[in-house]
Structure formats: structure tokens, C-alpha cells
């Protein structure tokens, strides 16, 4: 069972740039497609972006291309997302997650994801 620890929020100003870590322990990173969710108040968790399992190709939902990049690095057992050009509709709580048997068409939908961090809240002001 894998665990997993967000770190990197805060409070910035619109246009300004955060980058969040997500540290995993207990699983052979590699072995789990991993990505990045966010949750603003009243609204449904949705995907940002992520790595399916053994793919070095990322994915990413539209409203945030070109703005963050999201990496991995299995060695370290760390998935990165970068944020530049962050905007008030970017603020949320983000949260990392796992799964080492979600299917490619489930990839977006975080019903599907075992494994969760608690979240590292990101707050933009305009």
C-alpha cells in the first residue's frame, strides 16, 4: 500500500508560479499511473494531470495546458507539478493520487484511484 504526502502550496499572486511535490513510501512507484487532482469549494474533484503506470507520456486537462508541466521521477519515488501563470480559477486544494490497477479510460475520473494524499491547499489572488 502506497502512501502519499503533498507539499508545496501556499498563497500567491496571479501570474506568480508554485511548484508541488507529492513523496510516495510503501510502493514501487513506477507501478502506478499517478496524478494530480484539485478541488475548489462546492465543486467536484477534477483531474489536472498525470502519468499512466510504465508511460513517460503525460496527460493533462485543457484549461491548464501550457501553464503546468508535470513530472516524475521514480528514482525518487516524487511526482512534481509546476505552475506558472497561476490564476484565481487555479485556487484549490490539490491532491496526489495512485492506483496500480486503474484501466486508461479511468485515468481522469478520481472515483477510480485507491490511494490519496491529504492535500496541499494553493490559493491564488487576483
Known amino acids: 500500500q502506497v502512501q502519499l504526502v503533498e507539499s508545496g502550496g501556499g498563497l500567491v499572486q496571479a501570474g506568480d508560479s508554485l511548484r508541488l511535490s507529492c513523496v510516495a513510501s510503501?510502493?514501487?512507484?513506477?507501478?502506478?499511473?499517478v496524478g494530480w487532482f484539485r478541488q475548489a469549494p462546492g465543486k467536484e474533484r477534477e483531474f489536472v494531470a498525470g502519468?499512466?503506470?510504465?508511460?513517460?507520456?503525460?496527460n493533462y486537462e485543457d484549461s491548464i495546458k501550457g501553464r503546468f508541466t508535470i513530472a516524475r521521477d521514480n528514482a525518487k519515488n516524487t511526482l512534481y507539478l509546476q505552475m506558472n501563470s497561476l490564476k484565481p480559477e487555479d485556487t484549490a486544494v490539490y491532491y496526489c493520487?495512485?492506483?496500480?490497477?486503474?484501466?486508461?479510460?479511468?485515468?481522469?475520473?478520481?472515483?477510480?484511484?485507491?490511494?490519496w494524499g491529504r492535500g496541499t491547499q494553493v490559493t491564488v489572488s487576483s
Open positions: 493520487a495512485a492506483d496500480r490497477t486503474i484501466i486508461s479510460s479511468y485515468v481522469r475520473d478520481h472515483r477510480h484511484y485507491d490511494y
Open positions: 502519468f499512466k503506470r510504465y508511460n513517460s507520456n503525460p
Open positions: 510503501g510502493g514501487t512507484f513506477r507501478e502506478y499511473t
